[in-house]
């Protein structure tokens, strides 16, 4: 009905459509079974069968609509679901563990970036056991900087909380926000101004990544808080009236 072209398009811009599928397995089996470590076992499974399908995929450049880099990352929602499930992180932070952690990681990165790399947008995974590897160690790294930021630093880790608090305004409009940039780059250039409409970015070397971060991430704030702020004076009025 919608054409293969319609269909990838319309893959490609649900991204977080892995965590609803994850979420839905789970709602299935657990109808089916209410053991949860069993629950989770068969995730397990699922996960890791997903994984090596996604590399496959990478390999032989089948892109199933769209749906190839899906398969690659289910595993990674369910390494997440682990970690929740078994507070690992919470046990982590006792005795600063998690910085140790963080500095091996670290390492790992440094070492796994000549010997391959990632890329989602395209599915490249390098190998399953690499994608798991470096992936788990970013994460890991990333914590370790937030607990550090949180613990030693209160301005920078109330920036940090403010801004996770409004994600989802950044995640619906960040591609909107770098239009701006967009503008700002055609006018500077002399460029065509259809070329505006370049997706996601139009200029992608030197310094031009910080100022797409920096918008990608203001405007959207700035819109949020606005529209919270009309919202509470429209309850105020109408609590008067």
């Known amino acids: 009905?919608?054409?293969?072209?319609?269909?990838?398009?319309?893959?490609?811009?649900?991204?977080?459509?892995?965590?609803?599928?994850?979420?839905?397995?789970?709602?299935?089996?657990?109808?089916?079974?209410?053991?949860?470590?069993?629950?989770?076992?068969?995730?397990?499974?699922?996960?890791?069968?997903?994984?090596?399908?996604?590399?496959?995929?990478?390999?032989?450049?089948?892109?199933?609509?769209?749906?190839?880099?899906?398969?690659?990352?289910?595993?990674?929602?369910?390494?997440?679901?682990?970690?929740?499930?078994?507070?690992?992180?919470?046990i982590l932070q006792q005795n600063m563990r998690i910085l140790y952690i963080a500095v091996v990681s670290l390492m790992i990165l440094c070492l796994g970036?000549?010997?391959?790399?990632?890329?989602?947008?395209?599915?490249?995974?390098?190998?399953?056991?690499?994608?798991?590897?470096?992936?788990?160690?970013?994460?890991?790294?990333?914590?370790?900087?937030?607990?550090?930021?949180?613990?030693?630093?209160?301005?920078a880790a109330s920036i940090f909380i403010y801004i996770s608090k409004h994600s989802v305004a950044i995640i619906a409009l960040h591609f909107l926000a770098f239009k701006i940039v967009n503008v700002c780059a055609v006018a500077l250039k002399g460029m065509p101004q259809y070329m505006i409409a370049a997706f996601p970015v139009l200029m992608t070397g030197g310094l031009w990544w910080l100022l797409y971060v920096t918008v990608g991430i203001a405007v959207p704030l700035c819109i949020d808080f606005n529209v919270r702020y009309v919202k509470g004076l429209m309850r105020k009025r109408e609590g008067k009236s």
């Open 113 to 155: 970036y000549h010997r391959g790399y990632i890329a989602l947008d395209g599915n490249h995974i390098e190998n399953p056991a690499f994608f798991l590897v470096m992936s788990c160690s970013g994460w890991f790294l990333l914590y370790g900087l937030s607990f550090l930021l949180e613990k030693y630093t209160r301005i």
């Open 1 to 90: 009905f919608l054409g293969v072209d319609r269909l990838e398009h319309l893959c490609h811009q649900l991204p977080y459509c892995t965590l609803s599928a994850c979420a839905f397995v789970d709602f299935i089996f657990g109808q089916i079974f209410r053991n949860k470590k069993r629950i989770l076992l068969i995730q397990g499974v699922i996960s890791i069968l997903l994984l090596l399908f996604g590399y496959y995929c990478d390999v032989t450049g089948n892109t199933l609509y769209g749906l190839n880099r899906e398969c690659s990352v289910y595993v990674l929602i369910y390494v997440g679901v682990i970690l929740k499930r078994y507070n690992i992180m919470e």
